[in-house]
């Protein structure tokens, strides 16, 4: 069953300390365009990490010149690119996150400019949400938002530009939000959870290895340990850029792991966010300067 309530009377009004964990491997002029677009929020995470799955040196270098300009807390969490491990890598941004609530962007999906505010204004105790997205076409791609800002003036291309999710191309006056208890449209690429729930499920499962179902086994997960799924429309969106289709020959590999968890009730992995929680634990201490608005 879905239920529908309103987001504004029910989010917190102090708002919890806000990590924001970008997800990226060898795309540096997307990411380059989502870090512009995360310096131009309305509202500014605490901190940005950004997960990176061993991308070259042009991607440190777009890092490490965006980093320097910035006043909030950014961490390169870098490792060896040994194929898609997206799981591991988001993992080991988890455990070095300071903040109290995490949101996952994808390194190839621009945040609209209210994105991060929006997060903030729907964060519920007890609920993980997912946002939505609209996908752009490989010609419109190229140039949207070069500098990361999305301009009034795309409106009247926006529409041509669209591959799916057109609904979404503009932020609703008030959002649309539901209870949900299915897994279809669990996507990684816009999502928000507290850090204390992910501690609780470990984390991503690192039996996923290749693309697909990561998301939906870690959702399944936090629903069977009582955390609900909030969805939320109009609000909190991101425009994804283009790319070629990943390799999906561990597809259904992967279902299986799904299954498994399905049939079990899991609520919890075994290879998780375990593995890196004592390794960051042994690190110096790194103190988080809360930010305000931008």
Same mark, same amino acid.
Request: proline share 7%.
């Given at each position: 069953m879905k239920h529908f309530f309103s987001a504004i009377s029910q989010g917190p009004t102090a708002g919890p300390r806000m990590s924001v964990v970008v997800n990226t491997y060898e795309q540096p002029e997307y990411l380059r365009r989502v870090l512009l677009s995360l310096e131009t929020q309305l509202i500014a995470g605490?901190?940005?990490l950004i997960a990176d799955d061993g991308s070259g040196n042009s991607t440190r270098e777009i890092?490490?010149?965006?980093?320097?300009?910035q006043s909030l807390r950014v961490e390169h969490v870098?490792?060896?690119h040994r194929g898609f491990r997206r799981s591991r890598i988001l993992n080991a941004a988890i455990a070095r996150a300071q903040g109290?609530?995490?949101i996952f962007l994808d390194g190839d999906s621009v945040p609209h400019p209210k994105f991060i505010a929006d997060h903030r204004r729907v964060a519920r105790k007890g609920y993980y949400i997912q946002g939505h997205r609209v996908c752009f076409t490989q010609s419109f791609s190229r140039d949207f938002a070069s500098d990361g800002k999305v301009r009034n003036q795309w409106? /009247? #291309?926006?529409w041509k530009g669209v591959e799916s999710g057109g609904k979404f191309l503009f932020r609703w006056p008030v959002p649309v939000l539901r209870r949900r208890t299915d897994l279809r449209g669990v996507r990684g690429c816009n999502l928000a959870i507290w850090r204390a729930d992910l501690i609780r499920v470990n984390g991503y499962n690192e039996e996923f290895v290749g693309w697909g179902r990561e998301d939906s086994e870690l959702a399944?997960?936090?629903m069977n340990s009582g955390v609900q799924w909030l969805d939320v429309r109009g609000w909190a969106v991101c425009y994804h850029l283009w790319h070629p289709p990943a390799d999906r020959s561990q597809l259904d590999k992967n279902i299986e792991h799904l299954d498994t968890a399905l049939a079990r009730k899991s609520t919890a992995c075994e290879k998780g966010l375990n593995l890196h929680l004592a390794?960051?634990? /042994? #690190?110096?201490?790194r103190n988080l300067v809360a930010k305000g608005s931008v």
């Open positions: 605490d901190e940005i890092v490490n010149a965006w980093k320097a300009r870098w490792e060896e109290d609530y995490l409106r /009247a #291309r926006f399944l997960r936090l390794e960051n634990a /042994a #690190r110096p201490p």
